[in-house]
């Protein structure tokens, strides 16, 4: 049985194209400043939500039928997964998948049996890869969801369920560079805490940090030359997560020495949790060379979680594209890290909520290189610090030759300074809607 039977190659068919199974924006070949769409748009499928997660809630059980033909639990519907994710990925044209480790296998009670498990899926999924060149992004290990780590991984209190998420990083690690992978994600998971009446938040920093550094050195020798990512969350599963938001995490990366070998993979959903736009924590990762890859989702502002929606609003979209083209492109890409909504269940839903992502970063691309050739937010910008290239003072206080009582003294000869000069904001936001809709 041919897997979507009923579901074409996706094509591009343009802006006015009605047919559901259609990229409007999506043109993978097309040149956008020097560079193929498919090029500055390296896109991943989510294992986790594209082949697992049937749209169960706290409130009830779930729509879709994730079954692929197999009896779940078993290695056949591991299986029948794989052949699923390969033939949805090649109608779609996705070059890259992402994965954690139990969204392979079914773990095993038994530590040893889940990693043979492991070792069985991985040759699978590696002569899937050969067949048809899809490729992997990113791996990880879910260190969440499994009771041992009510207390959180690296931070947990019990030596012995740090030493088995130490084990899972491992062997997650190995089956990422047996698969190629471009990266190792450390999303925190549980690593947080609910009250500081039952916890040493120092201590379980520094356990986390040790966690990183016996993955560094482990994956460094068995070959892995790619990034090591943090993904920064500020809340949820944990009501406090250490790894709040991008500065928070560069800040961590820093102070345990860990900021060579790691960077940033940031989520729009936990960006706008974090109170931030998605916009504010890619330009924080890429000022501080970090910016390594996005997990590309949205959330809805009115409601307080991760709701892991498929991009759809071409501002955040454009502002996302704008800070990737400015920051000279992703050593990672763009993970779908996004489900279908609840009564979303069916196999279309499943294509036309890619499509709708695909298009939506796909019409970003366009505008913000638009944007970017159009200059005048650059002109702007460059212009409104003018004041410290073209004057005297200036000129010395961006030496750093400037002194305190320097600066007083001149001030004091000043007078009232002049107001420093309109923001602009209204002309640039209607710059901005020029560019999207003109
Ligand atoms: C959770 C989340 C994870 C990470 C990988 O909010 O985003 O799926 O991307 O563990
Ligand atoms: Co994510």
Sequence with gaps: MELFANIPTIQYEGAKSKNPLAFRFYDAERVIL??????????AMAWWHNLCATGTDMFGRGTADKSFGAAEGTMEHAKAKVDAGFAFMQKLGIEYFCFHDVDLVPEADDLKETNRRLDEISDYLLQKMQQTGIKCLWGTANMFSNPRYCNGAGSSNSADVFAFAAAQVKKALDITVKLGGKGYVFWGGREGYETLLNTDVKFEQENIARLMKMAVAYGRSIGFTGDFY?????????????????????????????????????EANHATLAGHTFQHDLRISAINGMLGSIDANQGDLLLGWDTDEFPFDVYTATACMYEVLKAGGLTGGF????????????????FEAFILGMDTFALGLIKAAELIEDGRIDDFIAKRYASYRETEIGKKILSGEATLAELSAYAENMGAPELPGSGKQENLQSVVNGILFG
Excluded: C, V, W
């Design 34 to 43: 020097g560079k193929k769409m498919k090029e500055h748009l390296p896109f």
């Design 230 to 266: 943090i993904e920064p969350k500020p809340k949820e599963p944990m009501k406090h997560q250490y790894d709040f938001d991008a500065a928070t995490a560069i800040g961590f990366l820093r102070q345990y020495g860990l900021d060579k070998d790691f960077k940033l993979n940031i």
């Design 335 to 350: 993970n779908f890290d996004a489900k279908t909504r609840r009564a979303s269940y069916t196999a279309e839903d499943m």
